[in-house]
T-cell receptor, first 115, second 112 residues
């Protein structure tokens, strides 16, 4: 069953503006986690941020923050002050904490930053 | 720091051939994963392992096999290659499931 959904195939943002990338998930387990990864055109996968389901505060890492709304089952990535180097594919990933801890990915959102 | 090393980087296989994609990590991580990424798509989990001797299927395990005899190595075996297995394969490792995963550079496989 699909656990993680990214509904924005592509997004544009003006340089220095903020942008929100959407991610929703589906689970009945109380314990889980959510990741965001960035994949530039060069192909490598870069970890950005993690949010655990029991974390009281939204995760932040520099210009990246995760808008975690548990009741709505959403974990949107907010990038502030966009830079040209932010142009990339962005993947949301779901950590299934039950049993073996496997991580599954959404299909991604392509972000393009416009000068 | 080597991190996660995948070999080969590129490979062309003929239909019906077999091969093993190698993955080694030097961070003493318990968790290791194999994903495939089709063009313009996200990553699909093939197999994963939570420690030596323990593996489990992911979303798309058919046509693949894995083993985890050591903490460091997690090879992915393709038996009877098919064109549908043309993809970029990523190996990843993490200390725990809820910690950052480190990815290899990927193996670009073409089956013709």
């Amino acid at each position: 069953a699909q656990k993680i959904t990214q509904t924005q195939p592509g997004m544009f943002v003006q340089e220095k503006e903020a942008v929100t990338l959407d991610c929703t998930y589906d689970t009945s387990d109380p314990s889980y986690g959510l990741f965001w990864y960035k994949q530039p055109s060069s192909g490598e996968m870069i970890f950005l941020i993690y949010q655990g389901s029991y974390d009281q505060q939204n995760a932040t890492e520099g210009r990246y923050s995760l808008n975690f709304q548990k009741a709505r089952k959403s974990a949107n990535l907010v990038i502030s002050a966009s830079q040209l180097g932010d142009s990339a594919m962005y993947f949301c990933a779901f950590l299934d904490s039950g049993g073996y801890q496997k991580v599954t990915f959404g299909i991604g959102t392509k972000l393009q930053v416009i000068p | 720091n080597a991190g996660v090393t995948q070999t080969p980087k590129f490979r062309i296989l003929k239909i019906g051939q077999s091969m093993t994609l190698q993955c080694t990590q030097d961070m003493n991580h318990n968790y290791m994963y194999w994903y495939r990424q089709d063009p313009g798509m996200g990553l699909k989990l093939i197999y994963y392992s939570v420690g030596a001797g323990i593996t489990d299927k992911g979303e798309v395990p058919n046509g693949y096999n894995v083993s985890r005899s050591t903490t460091e190595d997690f090879p992915l075996r393709l038996e009877l290659a098919a064109p549908s297995q043309t993809s970029v394969y990523f190996c990843a490792s993490s200390d725990q499931g809820y910690t950052e995963a480190f990815f290899g550079q990927g193996t670009r496989l073409t089956v013709v």
